[in-house]
């Protein structure tokens, strides 16, 4: 069995996924087909029958869709050819997009503008006609229809050329028969004016009504195109965490080469500030290393000969040499990006529901439009004559194709979506996408990461405890902080800051030595002060376990070789942070805190902010599988972090959020990001999600409704019972009053207060 990744050409809804998808198959051999519209991407799992793309592409090619195989890197590189002209294809079709959205949209809006002015008009006698002619205006309405229907709107026409050949309907298809089923009556009866006198047709044409169809679907695709290319950033954030180079000892020589050419078993040189290359063992030497884009902790880990290192993590102090041990995909950094993309290949759009109901809706509007003019063309004859009946069956066939025109259908989600979005960033919630937002409106579970997120994420002095009675913890802090003014530990500076704060004086100290792996070491006043880590035997002192219990790190104070004071360093809750799970939980949404922190240290934070079920001690490559357990038993899961260790979990989650004082990856991997950090926001998003998916639901009945009432209206259902006739004036009106009511409703958004 062979698995292979593709790139897919021409699709751009999610009826286009379901036209591949059914297509490919039937194609015998393929055991499974996944297609992704958020990627543009088709996995396929199939027999080893060396099936090729050119084969793949012979059964595609006819509905306008190509498959292109999707190489894996050799390494981890963002600046890699194919990576670059892809991006490069994205641009220019997102800029193309926006050429036609700068022209389309203001004529679209001044159109607008003119019909509903000329509508109210013929209703309000208290409204002026419009200055122009109708005759005059008419013509400036064909000119600008043209070219908006040939020109701008040409996907639309590729939309009916793809229905005529596979009868697969999207909302491209029924825009442009709408469309240029309206343009076309409005061209004739405009143009051959014998043809309108011999059919009675009424002086009513609908240029207008194309002009603005497609001037506002255009919007909303550009506004979905430039959303979709975010798809990729997380990507190449995590692939520019890499080394570009290593240094590696080869034939007694040290050389500086491309990471890309580095061999299991090289020996690598890593000197302070420098990022590791590669995962591997550390073989000489001793050093500090944040962990933190990885691990997602804030406290640098401690490492020596024999430890293990990853590749992408950064070397606080020393100097030290490893022998590489996992390269290109198989180091954690490249694990991790595999499951990121598995994650967001995962997803599926809001606009999936519309473009579902057009497949439908598009053939059985077609089939209700051609009864209606045979049903006139034979029954009508028979009571009006042919010449009658003939204007209203051809009346009632366009009424029906305009009336359905989708306007409001394409409207009723981008509106709300904007006005929503709108809406957050106001307070400080930035909404990537109307997938986020609507998933996070049915969420029942929130999993918290505890560093960055409940906590702020930088290791501060929490405890400083006297062991004699003649120190102070004042003095205690002062002495500590001396000492430390001379080391580049991480953990150093997080002490002389404490002191700072307290506006105490480093004093004057001789001798200064840093005892590798165990602390620092002076002489003060003639006594010698040391700051080291807790031995074996000194961890039964009942302070030192309770602090480590609470997952603190503790650093003794020695003065002439006897231990006076313990300093507790950690991670502090944020302040916030309690009336955020209180407010979720009033909700009704279960919280969890997910953290590769041990269990005893996380409990004690867990329990200050109130949460009572706690997930500990995961490792960064395991933190998906355990929202990918709760999504199994179930639960639709929001995942907040900041971590680059997080970022397969925001991407696995129903809903991704990260705090904006996070990592890139972690923002570029999640739906929504936090402005501040601000967890409280996290409630305030989930009530903004429920407001907005409400008033999409109320806009596609809306949208739903005039059809609904308007189709048998536009028919002449009302003909033979009270001899009225519902002129395609009213269907453009029905057609109008549908786009203001869902853009009105999404409107009131705007004074919702969360």
């Given amino acids: 069995m062979t698995t292979q990744t593709y790139s897919v050409k021409g699709m751009h809804c999610a009826s286009c996924a379901a036209i591949i998808t059914k297509k490919l198959s039937k194609v015998e051999g393929i055991k499974e087909v996944n297609v992704n519209l958020a990627t543009e991407k088709a996995k396929l799992e199939f027999d080893d029958i060396g099936l090729t793309p050119e084969a793949l592409n012979e059964v595609i090619n006819k509905y306008g869709y190509s498959l292109e ?32 959205v700068q022209f389309a949209l203001p004529v679209a809006l001044l159109v607008f503008i003119l019909m509903m002015w000329d509508i109210a008009s ?38 009916i050329v793809m229905f005529v050949r596979s009868g697969a309907a999207s909302m491209d298809t029924l825009i442009g028969i709408g469309t240029v089923t309206a343009y076309l009556y409005s061209a004739v009866i405009t143009l051959i004016p014998s043809v309108k006198e011999f059919l009675h047709a009424p002086d009513s044409t609908y240029f207008d009504v194309t002009i603005v169809v497609i ?4 919007l909303g695709k550009y506004l979905e ?11 190449e954030k995590l692939i520019n965490l890499q080394a570009k180079t290593a240094l590696v000892q080869r034939s007694g020589m040290e050389v500086e080469i491309p990471v890309e050419q580095v061999r299991k078993g090289d020996t690598i040189i890593v000197k302070p500030g420098e990022k590791l290359p590669v995962d591997g063992i550390i073989t000489v030497g001793y050093s500090s290393i944040d962990e933190s884009m990885v691990t997602g902790e804030s406290i640098p880990v401690d490492k020596k000969a024999g430890d293990k290192v990853i590749g992408g993590t950064i ?25 990121v993309e598995e994650a967001q290949g995962s997803k599926a759009p809001i606009q999936q529901i519309a473009d579902t109901v057009a ?3 598009v053939p059985v509007v077609l089939v209700l439009a051609v009864l209606t003019f045979l049903i006139w063309l034979t029954v009508g004859t028979a009571y009006l004559g042919f010449s009658v009946s003939l204007s209203y069956g051809i009346l009632g066939m366009v009424g029906i194709l305009v009336i ?27 909404i990537r996408n109307a997938e986020s937002l609507e998933k996070l409106s049915s969420v029942d579970t929130v999993v918290f990461d505890k560093t960055g997120t409940i906590t702020t994420g930088k290791p501060q ?41 307290e506006q105490l004086i480093p004093g004057d100290i001789k001798d200064f030595a840093a005892l590798e792996g165990i602390g620092v070491s002076a002489t003060i006043n003639g006594t010698p002060i040391s700051v080291r880590k807790p031995i074996e035997r000194e961890k039964a002192i009942p302070e030192l376990q309770r602090l480590q219990e609470e997952g603190k790190t503790v650093v003794l104070i020695e003065e002439d070789r006897r231990t006076i004071g313990l300093i507790a360093l950690g991670d502090t809750i944020k302040s916030q942070a309690r009336e955020a799970v209180a407010s979720l939980q009033r909700k009704g949404l279960k919280v969890i805190m997910l953290t590769g922190d041990n269990m005893s240290a996380a409990r004690f934070m867990a329990k200050q902010v109130g949460i009572d079920k706690v997930i500990a001690e995961v490792l960064p490559q395991d933190k998906a599988k355990k929202i990918m357990a709760l999504q199994a038993e179930g639960r639709k899961v929001v995942m907040a972090g900041d971590g680059i260790n997080d970022a397969p979990a925001l991407a696995q989650a129903d809903v991704g959020i990260a705090m904006d004082t996070g990592t890139d990856v972690a923002i570029e991997s999640a739906g929504i990001t936090l402005l501040k950090g601000d967890i409280n926001k996290v409630a305030q998003a989930i009530t903004l999600s429920r407001a907005t998916m409400r008033v999409i639901r109320q806009n596609l009945f809306w949208a739903f409704i005039y059809n609904i009432i308007g189709i048998p209206l536009a028919a002449g259902a009302l003909f033979p019972l009270l001899g009225i006739f519902l002129n395609p004036v009213f269907s453009g009106l029905a057609m109008a009053g549908s786009s203001v009511s869902v853009v009105s409703n999404s409107l009131r958004l705007k004074g919702k207060k969360l």
């Fill in 359 to 361: 497949g439908i809706f």
């Fill in 461 to 501: 002095v929490t405890d400083i405890i006297s062991l004699k009675k003649e120190r102070s913890t004042t003095s205690l802090l002062q002495l500590a902080a001396t000492i430390e003014s001379r080391s580049e530990h991480p953990l150093a500076q997080a002490i002389v800051e404490a002191a700072r704060r």
């Fill in 315 to 339: 070397n606080k102090q020393g100097s030290f040499t490893f022998t590489a041990s996992s390269i290109g995909s198989e180091t954690v950094l490249a694990r991790i990006i595999r499951m």
């Fill in 225 to 235: 195109a430039r959303s979709k290319m975010k798809t990729g950033e997380a990507i």
């Fill in 215 to 218: 001037g506002f679907v255009l």
């Fill in 69 to 100: 195989i999707e190489e894996p890197p050799a390494a981890l590189s963002a600046t890699a050819p194919d990576s670059t002209k892809k991006r490069e294809e994205k641009e220019r079709e997102l800029h193309t997009q926006l050429r036609k």
């Fill in 404 to 430: 359905a025109c989708p306007c409001a259908l394409g409207l009723a989600t981008p509106t709300a979506i904007i006005v929503g979005i709108g809406k957050g960033a106001e307070y400080g919630i930035l």
């Fill in 122 to 159: 013929m209703f309000f006698h208290v409204i002026p006609h419009l200055p122009l002619s109708m005759e005059h205006l008419n013509i400036f309405f064909m000119l600008l229809s043209t070219w908006m229907v040939f020109r701008t709107g040409r996907p639309f026409l590729h939309g």
